[in-house]
């Protein structure tokens, strides 16, 4: 296997993904840029695991190509053990103990480091000697990082890996991975309800909703996207009037709308002038009013309609 010192790339091009008549992926064409953390975003059901799985080659597309490294996973002896994709639902060897799960992992995975299997065996506190079966939630969403982490797979897809960890071992796989990736560049794609959390990580951003490609840009360009702007009713109206309006929160005479859509030239002077307040919005508030019902249920993009709550 060639082993690249920046990852894996990937590429979709039209991909369906059908189950009976459950459309989980529809038409989806996407890029995943070798060497980046990428979130893989989106609400329950809207695909992410449906797409880790097709890069996992554990599934073919119903329709469409998948590309990873420039090459069809399926079947694919040079690029399959380049790929790790861990779930939380874990795909470990239930009855056998966490010692015996590393040895089967890493004799399949030629990058596979011990060493930092050890040191994240230590940092969760796992026993090499206990079976999975016997391991709490947490402790098994631990070991599923562990295998993923050490794999140091070009590919690694980690898919809501760190639900069941409590907050302080949840901070600390931020960090491990952080520094791991660092010194061990790849192609990281992370899925997660914790947006707040994992939004520091990340460096492009892709949202699913019901199987179709909402956003997928890097992260510093759709945080700068999002902007709040806060101030009296009237003032607020006609600041934001002609914009792709996401959210309206009125407290008192004070309206707070967060709006999508970059700031132009002599907004900030005009902003002041008019005793308004510009700041950022948070990843996590900016995925929820992206994909509120009302909002992708009619129009989505620049065009968008407007949502008062
Ligand atoms: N094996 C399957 N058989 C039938 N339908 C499936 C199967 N796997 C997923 N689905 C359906 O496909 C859609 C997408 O599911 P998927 O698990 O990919 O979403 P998700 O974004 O990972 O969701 P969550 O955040 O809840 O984990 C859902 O409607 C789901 O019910």
Not at 177 to 190: G, N, Q, S, V, W
Request: charged letters at 25%; hydrophobic letters at 40%; one cysteine or more.
């Amino acid at each position: 296997m060639t082993t690249t010192t920046t990852g894996w790339g990937v590429e979709l091009r039209g991909v369906t993904q059908r189950y009976d008549d459950v459309v989980a992926l529809d038409d989806v064409t996407l890029t995943v840029r070798p060497g980046t953390i990428t979130g893989l975003l989106g609400r329950n059901g809207s695909g992410k695991s449906t797409l880790g799985s097709l890069l996992a080659a554990f599934r073919r597309p119903t329709a469409g190509c998948v590309l990873v490294d420039g090459e069809d996973p399926w079947e694919n002896e040079r690029v399959v053990p380049g790929i790790c994709f861990v779930r939380e639902s874990g795909d470990v060897l239930e009855d056998y103990p966490l010692k015996d799960n590393l040895a089967y992992v890493s004799g399949a995975r030629p990058t596979f480091s011990h060493e930092l299997a050890g040191e994240l065996m230590d940092l969760f506190e796992l026993d090499p000697r206990r079976k999975p079966s016997k391991l709490s939630r947490g402790k098994k969403s631990a070991f599923g990082i562990v295998l993923g982490l050490a794999a140091r797979a070009p590919l690694t897809i980690l898919d809501e890996v760190h639900l069941g960890l409590d907050a302080p071992s949840r901070y600390a796989f931020y960090e491990t991975l952080l520094a791991d990736y660092a010194e061990h560049p790849r192609t990281l794609i992370l899925s997660s309800h914790l947006i707040g959390e994992i939004e520091q990580l990340l460096e492009d951003v892709v949202v699913l909703d019901r199987g179709r490609v909402l956003v997928a840009q890097d992260a510093e360009t759709l945080r700068a996207e999002g902007l709040a702007v806060t101030g009296p009713a009237p003032a607020v109206e006609q600041f934001v009037a002609g914009r792709d309006v996401l959210a309206t929160q009125r407290l008192g005479g004070t309206v707070r709308t967060t709006v999508r859509g970059a700031l132009v030239e002599g907004d900030e002077r005009r902003a002041r002038d008019a005793g308004l307040d510009l700041g950022p919005v948070p990843l996590q508030d900016l995925f929820v009013h992206l994909t509120d019902p009302q909002r992708t249920g009619s129009t989505v993009g620049p065009a968008g309609g407007e949502v008062d709550r």
